[in-house]
């Protein structure tokens, strides 16, 4: 079965240039995460999906940062001018919908974004 | 908010064990998780607890006590392959929607020949 898959895998540009990553949840998967990884601060989120509403997005960290899930089957993060301070792993991940609350959520490979 | 608290690293031999605490504070707490991950690559899901007590899995084990705020990962039978970051997840049920998780820095463990 195919996994979260995110793309680019790798993506270097210059501060000020929009940055457009790409997520495709695991078919059937009710819920969408977007994360941001970094050294000093870890895995944060920065926002949710539930059927393809953004259900929580306190994590995303300002208005250049935006997110769009047009559909079950595609997400984007957008980030709009980039800045240094945004390089980082940006990972997808996608979840069933949690009767019991026992799903674990399921990690694409990420996008290891760097910003000159 | 959330707390979390584990050691930043770790180092054990091959064929040891190895246990990797994780500390947290939240009001609401609906289940704990622990993910591994290796360098440059995915979290990828290792056990999960909402109930204290031990859930065994391999060579792997979880403990969980809520009254303490406290879990533990247990790896047995240490390899190389295991060398890899552990991280600490805690979902709490006042987040909305309960699917939140709020992850601790997570632990890196060397495991040496």
């Known amino acids: 079965d195919a996994g979260v898959i995110q793309s680019p895998r790798h993506e270097v540009t210059e501060m000020g240039q929009e940055v457009t990553l790409r997520c495709k949840p695991i078919s059937g998967h009710d819920y969408l995460f977007w994360y941001r990884q970094t050294m000093m601060r870890g895995l944060e989120l920065l926002i949710y999906f539930n059927n393809n509403v953004p259900i929580d997005d306190s994590g995303m960290p300002e208005d250049r940062f935006s997110a769009k899930m047009p559909n079950a089957s595609f997400s984007t993060l957008k980030i709009q001018p980039s800045e240094p301070r945004d390089s980082a792993v940006y990972f997808c991940?996608?979840?069933?919908?949690?009767?019991?609350?026992?799903?674990?959520?399921?990690f694409g490979d990420g996008t290891r974004l760097s910003i000159l | 908010g959330q707390n979390i608290d584990q050691p930043t690293e770790m180092t054990a031999t091959e064929g040891a064990i190895v246990q990797i605490n994780c500390t947290y504070q939240?009001?609401?707490?609906?289940?704990l998780f622990w993910y591994q991950q290796h360098a440059g690559e995915a979290p990828t899901f290792l056990s999960y607890?909402?109930?204290?007590g031990l859930e065994e899995k391999g060579r792997f084990s979880s403990f969980l006590s809520r009254s303490k705020g406290y879990s533990y990962l247990l790896l047995k039978e240490l390899q190389m392959k295991d060398s890899a970051s552990y991280l600490c997840a805690v979902r709490d049920m006042r987040d909305t929607g309960f699917q939140k998780l709020v992850f601790g820095t997570g632990t890196r463990l060397l495991v040496s020949p």
């Open positions: 607890n909402v109930l204290d």
């Open positions: 991940a996608s979840s069933l919908v949690d009767r019991g609350n026992n799903q674990p959520q399921h």
């Open positions: 939240t009001s609401g707490f609906n289940g």
